[in-house]
């Protein structure tokens, strides 16, 4: 079982649409975590990052996380075009190197 | 401050020869890391330092492959006699000492070996 476990997709949903991408993970150790958003030959992006059970928002987006069934999630509201991008979560043991789940692609049509 | 340089952005090169590339972090982040992205992938850890130490390695870094970062400043990750399986996205980012979680990431460099 890999560290990190997450749907490659892709995930199409029309604008507008709430969307939901989640990803499971291994290691209870694992401390925070992250959702990193990836255009096309782009470097990953820093969107959010958590490191205690329960919801973050920022904007149009709420981080959750489930530390007890080791789930973690990323909801869009109100999705717009710009928003279609790879979203990869990434969970960190500590201060320490990130590990990346497989990115999930997300295209949110007009 | 204009975030995570990397030079060049593509490579082309025919397998056995070597390629270095460049990274030049954010200034005031003293600690720098390589991950390798290949197509339908996470990034995957490749090395990290903090200043000039190199601190961490995976055993993804075989031996053909070796960073330096002199002086605390930019990086280069070289890899020698290069294979087709060497084929990637080659992404540097760095973060600062305070508990500053997540990375910035460059915009990564694509090398094809031919």
């Known amino acids: 079982q890999k560290e990190v476990e997450q749907d490659p997709g892709p995930l199409s949903v029309p604008e507008g649409a709430i969307v939901s991408l989640n990803c499971t993970y291994s290691n209870s150790a694992f401390q925070y975590f992250m959702w990193y958003r990836q255009y096309s030959r782009k470097g990953p992006e820093l969107l959010m990052y958590t490191y205690s059970s329960g919801n973050k928002e920022d904007g149009r987006f709420t981080a959750q996380v489930d530390k007890s069934s080791k789930y973690i999630s990323l909801f869009i509201r109100d999705s717009q075009p710009s928003d279609s991008a790879t979203y990869l979560c990434?969970?960190?043991?500590?201060?320490?190197?990130?590990?990346f789940g497989k990115g999930t692609m997300l295209l949110v049509s007009p | 401050d204009t975030g995570v340089s990397q030079d060049p952005r593509h490579k082309i090169t025919k397998r056995g020869q070597n390629v270095t590339f460049r990274c030049d972090p954010i200034?005031?982040?003293?600690?720098l890391y390589w991950y390798r992205q290949t197509l339908g992938q996470g990034p995957e850890f490749l090395t990290y330092?903090?200043?000039?130490?190199?601190?961490?390695k995976s055993r993804l870094l075989s031996d053909r492959f070796s960073a330096e970062r002199p002086k605390g400043s930019f990086s280069t990750l070289e890899i020698q006699r290069t294979e087709q399986g060497d084929s990637a996205m080659y992404l540097c980012a760095s973060s600062g000492q305070v508990a500053d979680y997540g990375y910035t990431f460059g915009s990564g460099t694509r090398l094809t070996v031919v």
């Open positions: 330092f903090q200043n000039e130490a190199q601190l961490e």
């Open positions: 200034s005031e982040h003293n600690r």
């Open positions: 990434a969970i960190q043991p500590g201060y320490s190197t990130l590990t």
